[in-house]
T-cell receptor, first 115, second 112 residues
Framework: EPEVTQTPSHQVTQMGQEVILRCVPISNHLYFYWYRQILGQKVEFLVSFYNNEISEKSEIFDDQFSVERPDGSNFTLKIRSTKLEDSAMYFC?????????????FGPGTRLTVL | GENVEQHPSTLSVQEGDSAVIKCTYSDSASNYFPWYKQELGKRPQLIIDIRSNVGEKKDQRIAVTLNKTAKHFSLHITETQPEDSAVYFCAASNRGFQKLVFGTGTRLLVSP
C-alpha cells in the first residue's frame, strides 16, 4: 500500500540555522499538508498546498516558513531561521481527489531538535 | 475558527471492556470527522471517519457516532485489546481538502 515518506527522520540544528524537511506524498494525491506536534501535545495544522500554491496557512506559519513542490514528487518545508520553540515532530500529509478525498494520510514525521 | 475539545485525556480499561472517547466541535460548517490512532513515536493512523450526512459508522470493533445538533461525535471501541493502547485523536474539517483541526488526544491504556 502506498505511503507518505519523509526525510530525515531526525534533524538536529543550531538556533538560527535553516532547515529543509522533505516529504514524498502518495503519488496520485493532489493536496499536501504540513502539521507539527510538540512533544506530548496535539497535532497542529501549519499549511495546505494545492495546484502549486498555498491554499491555507495557520498563524504558526509565519514568514520564517515556506513550502515548495520542486518537482513532481517532493514537497518540502523550509524554516529559514530556526528558534528553540520550533522543536517538534513535523508531519507531512497528503490527500487525493474524488470519493474519500477528505482522508489525509500522514508520513512518519521528522523530529526537529533546535539547540 | 474551529475548536475541537476531547475527553477524557486518559482512559484506563481492562481487556475486553468497551472504551468511549468524546469530542465536541464549535464550527457548525464542519462536515468531516476522522479519528486517528497514534502509537508512541509513530505517525497518526486513520482508523475511522464519518461525514456529516450520516449519524453512525461501524468497522468491526470500532464505531463512531455523530450528533450534528449537539456538535459532538464519539469513538466507541468494543472488546478492547492491549494492542488498542495508544493515543487517539479526533479531528474536524469544514471542507474537503482543508485543514484538520485536532483534539487534544486521549491516552488509552488497555490492561491485560
Amino acid at each position: 500500500e502506498p505511503e507518505v515518506t519523509q526525510t530525515p527522520s531526525h534533524q538536529v540544528t543550531q538556533m538560527g540555522q535553516e532547515v529543509i524537511l522533505r516529504c514524498v506524498p502518495i503519488s496520485n494525491h493532489l493536496y499536501f499538508y504540513w502539521y507539527r506536534q510538540i512533544l506530548g501535545q496535539k497535532v497542529e495544522f501549519l499549511v495546505s498546498f494545492y495546484n502549486n500554491e498555498i491554499s491555507e496557512k495557520s498563524e504558526i506559519f509565519d514568514d520564517q516558513f515556506s513550502v515548495e513542490r520542486p518537482d513532481g514528487s517532493n514537497f518540502t518545508l523550509k524554516i529559514r531561521s530556526t528558534k528553540l520553540e520550533d522543536s517538534a515532530m513535523y508531519f507531512c500529509a497528503s490527500s487525493g481527489a474524488g470519493a474519500g478525498a477528505n482522508e489525509q494520510f500522514f508520513g512518519p514525521g521528522t523530529r526537529l531538535t533546535v539547540l | 475558527g474551529e475548536n475541537v475539545e476531547q475527553h477524557p485525556s486518559t482512559l484506563s480499561v481492562q481487556e475486553g471492556d468497551s472504551a468511549v472517547i468524546k469530542c465536541t466541535y464549535s464550527d457548525s460548517a464542519s462536515n468531516y470527522f476522522p479519528w486517528y490512532k497514534q502509537e508512541l513515536g509513530k505517525r497518526p493512523q486513520l482508523i475511522i471517519d464519518i461525514r456529516s450526512n450520516v449519524g453512525e459508522k461501524k468497522d468491526q470493533r470500532i464505531a463512531v457516532t455523530l450528533n450534528k445538533t449537539a456538535k459532538h461525535f464519539s469513538l466507541h471501541i468494543t472488546e478492547t485489546q492491549p494492542e488498542d493502547s495508544a493515543v487517539y485523536f479526533c479531528a474536524a474539517s469544514n471542507r474537503g481538502f482543508q485543514k484538520l483541526v485536532f483534539g487534544t488526544g486521549t491516552r488509552l491504556l488497555v490492561s491485560p
